[in-house]
């Protein structure tokens, strides 16, 4: 059986008194497409930057590939691509520099060349030996500036937000990782450049490699990720398949008409209007047909309910 991609025991990070993250578990077997799904502040940023070893941790352990981030660091950085939630560069560089230079960084091969992006070969260093699959990741960097239409000529100080995190993309992906752990990934991407990102990473995921996406946008969550954990105040509050995470007993309720909805428990973020109501339903559907019987309805409509009200459900239980 293959090591699982990321292991995470009672991590916990305080900055002095105040919490961050307290007594995370979390498990991502290798090659899954995983969603990490919380509101600003709930510990998401807070949890990756700890597991990748750029804060140290107050307690617990993580693993990725079994290797201890503390005593592996560099090893473990040579295999995963990262995006952080907010990109930023040197002032003064082009894009093609920035690429160079995060290429470099892993002690990876570039070739000069006149084509679009410019490409660099950079002598070999001591951060070749970080990395176990060394290799020219200039296709690969002039691949993805195509597609998601973004120019290695341009000064980054010059780029729109949007752009600037396409930088952070491609520098993530342009030497193949078998992790990619992205940050809010899709802040700033229009509509279509988030549908072309998105495809980008299923075609990384149907070759194998491990996606950890943090995203606060449920939608995201929904449409491509396998598995997901739900993270609130520091803590873990759910976790499992996508579709496990649906079956909470929930249903949606769209009414047209009136009920005492007074009559009801179990009901969540009751919306009424002058035409009828809309809302969560988490109790007996015996009881709520009971209700409905004795009101003046004139349609109602049973379904299941979509991700982003599963997650409100959690999070206001």
Same mark, same amino acid.
């Given at each position: 059986?293959?090591?699982?991609? %990321? #292991?995470?025991? @009672? ?28 509101? @600003?502040?709930?510990? &998401? ?24 981030? %503390? ?10 691509? !990262? ?39 950079? /002598?070999? @260093? ?7 699959? #060394? ?19 341009? &000064? ?7 752009? #600037? ?41 149907? &070759? ?15 449409? @491509?990720? *396998? $598995? ?26 769209? %009414? ?11 009901? #969540? =973020?009751?919306?009424?209007?002058? /035409?009828? *109501?809309?809302?969560?339903? $988490? ?10 019987? =004795?009101?003046? %309805? ?16 959690? !999070?206001?239980?």
């Amino acid at each position: 059986m293959s090591e699982d991609a %990321i #292991k995470i025991n @009672n991590l916990t990070k305080y900055y002095g008194r105040t919490r961050g993250i307290e007594q995370i578990d979390l498990t991502v077997p290798q090659g899954d497409f995983f969603g990490f799904i919380g509101p @600003n502040g709930a510990g &998401k940023s807070t949890t990756i930057r700890t597991l990748l070893g750029l804060i140290r941790p107050t307690g617990g352990e993580a693993q990725i590939f079994g290797m201890n981030m %503390i005593n592996d660091r560099e090893r473990i950085l040579s295999r995963v691509g !990262y995006l952080p939630s907010e990109t930023s560069f040197y002032p003064g560089m082009r894009v093609r520099d920035v690429l160079k230079l995060s290429a470099e960084l892993r002690g990876l091969s570039f070739q000069r060349s006149r084509q679009s992006p410019p490409h660099y070969e950079c /002598e070999q @260093n001591l951060t070749d030996a970080l990395s176990p699959r #060394k290799h020219d990741c200039t296709e690969t960097a002039r691949l993805l500036c195509q597609r998601l239409r973004l120019d290695p000529t341009r &000064k980054v100080d010059e780029l729109s937000l949007g752009n #600037k995190k396409k930088v952070g993309i491609v520098c993530a992906l342009q030497h193949d990782p078998d992790l990619l752990i992205l940050d809010e990934p899709t802040s700033g991407l229009d509509p279509l450049m988030q549908r072309e990102f998105f495809g980008i990473l299923r075609e990384r995921s149907a &070759k194998g490699t491990t996606i950890f996406l943090s995203s606060h946008i449920l939608s995201e969550i929904q449409h @491509n990720c *396998a $598995h997901a954990a739900m993270i609130r105040d520091g803590r873990i509050i759910a976790s499992g398949s996508v579709e496990e995470l649906s079956r909470t007993g929930a249903r949606r309720v769209s %009414i047209r008409g009136q009920i005492d909805y007074g009559a009801l428990s179990g009901v #969540k =973020n009751l919306r009424t209007s002058p /035409e009828g *109501a809309e809302f969560l339903y $988490h109790g007996d559907m015996q009881a709520l047909l009971a209700v409905m019987a =004795n009101g003046a %309805i004139r349609d109602v409509s049973i379904t299941e309910p979509d991700l982003e009200e599963i997650f409100l459900h959690y !999070y206001t239980n």
